[in-house]
């Protein structure tokens, strides 16, 4: 590994003082020790945000946000009971996501900010088809090769209408989750809508988006059904008032450089009284426009039944518990299924 | 920038003051500057949890961490386990059990399934599968594994001695 200074700042204002050119921010570290490991990065400064103040907390504001500060670790957040009982398919994603020990030592704004796998696998500058092309996107690239976006934790936050608070050398700013990532470039190689230099404060989930606590589920479909990376999943939720869904919301993972929101899923559901037939509807409209490839048509179809089968498991509602091998095929506890 | 710096890790109690560059992972570090060669290195990008020790009681993979990171936290590695001769409960069920065969795994089992009794003692079956699943080990099979740490959690349900 390259060698690299490394500072620990104590205010905010320190740490933007302390970034360089070449420079990156430390969180947890789970991601980026293995990136220089490889090489796919090399920092010339780290910054370990470690101890910046005021970062820890998760809180409810005035107008009934929450705001989650960046240094919150995965599994705090997941296991908090408030938390977990308001966002119950954010605990369910984050549970889902890598392993108890790497959970413990991630940061949230350190997994929005993850870099897509195929880096780890073979460096910055290697050619997407020449790796496993079956993790390759299928939405979003215009048919070009590209890596999904490998956060489970991100997905329900584009369903929630989560925001990003980000502070850099000219101020603050908030920025959409769904307007966070974006398909590296040859002339941009950045994945995500940050310049270098800006520094994520915290997360918010906007008050709304507690309103869908009853009816709200994480599925997530891997190779084995504990400690892997998504092939597909799903994040789907809904309103149910008088047996019809008031609003819904779905957004798919692994299918794309950025978690794939589908509006007009979401408009299709509107009014309609749950059932197999137009969640399969609305699976279908998830789907539009999808390409394969290198050979991974099977994405396609399995996205679209894991879009399917989600909206099912929510419209179910939300179980009790979080199933101990969280959204698993095996482990899930679904109420009443509306359809074998 | 290659310059080593110098901090304290505080590792089963006792602090060791050593001089690191700061790329050095935690792993390396225990190894190399410490002395403590019970944690093991596997992969090293996170994957099979050999290196697992407990870093302020949660279970982290040393293999993903800088040393400079550990800085002021208390460090319990499998050293630490055992009073003297006396093996903890955990380590008795592992040979109880059959729980290990050549061993290498078995560090990074030990303070994962440590941390675990002193996090969440009263986890389901289910849980511990589910907790157990992020280290590999390619000799046992897991069961025998999954049967001593389900001995050592009903153990420190049932006894006020400390469980490790
Ligand atoms: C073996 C393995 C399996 C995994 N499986 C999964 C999985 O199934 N699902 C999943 O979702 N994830 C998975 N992960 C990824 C894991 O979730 C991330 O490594 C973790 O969330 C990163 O958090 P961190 O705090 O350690 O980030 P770091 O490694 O510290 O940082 C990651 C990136 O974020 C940047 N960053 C950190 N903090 C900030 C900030 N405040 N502002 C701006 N930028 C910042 C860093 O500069 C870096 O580029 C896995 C990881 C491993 C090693
Ligand atoms: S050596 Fe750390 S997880 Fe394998
Ligand atoms: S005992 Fe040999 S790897 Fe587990």
């Known amino acids: 590994m390259r060698p690299f200074d490394f500072v620990r700042p104590t205010s905010v204002d320190e740490a933007l003082a302390a970034w360089e050119d070449g420079a990156a921010w430390l969180g947890g570290g789970t991601n980026l020790v293995d990136l220089m490991k490889t090489g796919a990065v090399a920092p010339t400064r780290l910054i370990d945000l470690s101890r910046l103040p005021g970062m820890r907390g998760i809180e409810v504001l005035a107008d009934g946000s929450t705001r989650i500060g960046a240094l919150v670790g995965n599994s705090e957040l997941a296991n908090d009971p408030d938390f977990a009982g308001n966002f119950p398919m954010v605990a369910e994603a984050i549970l889902s996501g890598a392993s108890g020990q790497i959970r413990n030592a991630a940061t949230v704004a350190g997994n929005v900010m993850q870099h897509p796998r195929e880096a780890w696998f073979h460096g910055p500058a290697s050619d997407p088809l020449a790796g496993d092309t079956g993790k390759l996107a299928v939405l979003g690239t215009d048919g070009a090769p590209a890596a999904v976006n490998p956060s489970d934790f991100c997905v329900p936050l584009v369903a929630l209408g989560a925001v990003v608070e980000i502070v850099g050398p000219d101020g603050t700013r908030d920025i959409p989750v769904a307007d966070l990532h974006r398909m590296p470039t040859a002339d941009d190689p950045r994945h995500t809508t940050l310049t270098p230099g800006e520094l994520i404060l915290a997360l918010r989930l906007p008050p709304e988006a507690a309103g869908f606590a009853a009816h709200s589920r994480y599925l997530k479909v891997r190779d084995r059904t504990s400690f892997a990376f998504a092939l597909t999943s799903a994040a789907a939720c809904m309103r149910i008032e008088d047996g019809k869904i008031a609003e819904a919301r779905l957004t798919l993972g692994a299918v794309a450089p950025r978690p794939w929101r589908v509006a007009e899923a979401e408009d299709l559901l509107k009014g309609q009284t749950p059932g197999p037939e137009v969640f399969a509807t609305a699976a279908e409209l998830a789907l539009d426009g999808a390409r394969a490839v290198g050979g991974n048509d099977w994405k396609i179809d399995l996205a679209r039944r894991t879009a399917l089968r989600a909206l099912d498991m929510a419209a179910a509602g939300t179980p009790a518990e979080m199933p101990a091998l969280p959204a698993s095929v095996f482990g899930t506890q679904r109420k009443e299924p509306a359809h074998a | ?164």
């Not at chain 2, 019970?38 to 990008?45: A, N, Q, S, Y």
């Not at chain 2, 903890?88 to 994962?112: D, K, N, R, V, Y």
């Not at chain 2, 590999?136 to 400390?162: K, M, S, V």
């Open chain 2, 1 to 164: 920038m290659t310059d080593k710096t110098k901090i304290t890790l505080t590792v089963n109690g006792t602090g060791h003051a050593i001089d690191v560059a700061p790329r050095k992972t935690l792993a390396d570090a225990l190894r190399e500057d410490c002395g403590l060669t019970g944690t093991h290195l596997g992969c090293e990008h996170g994957v099979c949890g050999a290196c697992t020790i407990t870093v302020d009681g949660a279970p982290v993979r040393s293999c993903l961490m800088f040393a400079v990171q550990a800085e002021g936290a208390d460090i319990r590695t499998v050293e630490g386990l055992a009073n003297g001769p006396d093996l903890s409960p955990l380590q008795q069920f592992f040979i109880e059990e059959h729980a290990l065969q050549c061993g290498f795994c078995t560090p990074g089992f030990l303070m994962l399934i440590d941390g675990t009794l002193k996090q969440s003692p009263d986890i389901t079956d289910d849980e511990l599968t589910e907790i157990l699943s992020s280290n590999l080990c390619r000799c046992t099979g897991y069961r025998n594994i999954i049967r001593a740490a389900r001995r050592a959690l009903d153990h420190a349900r049932t006894t006020t001695e400390p469980a490790a």
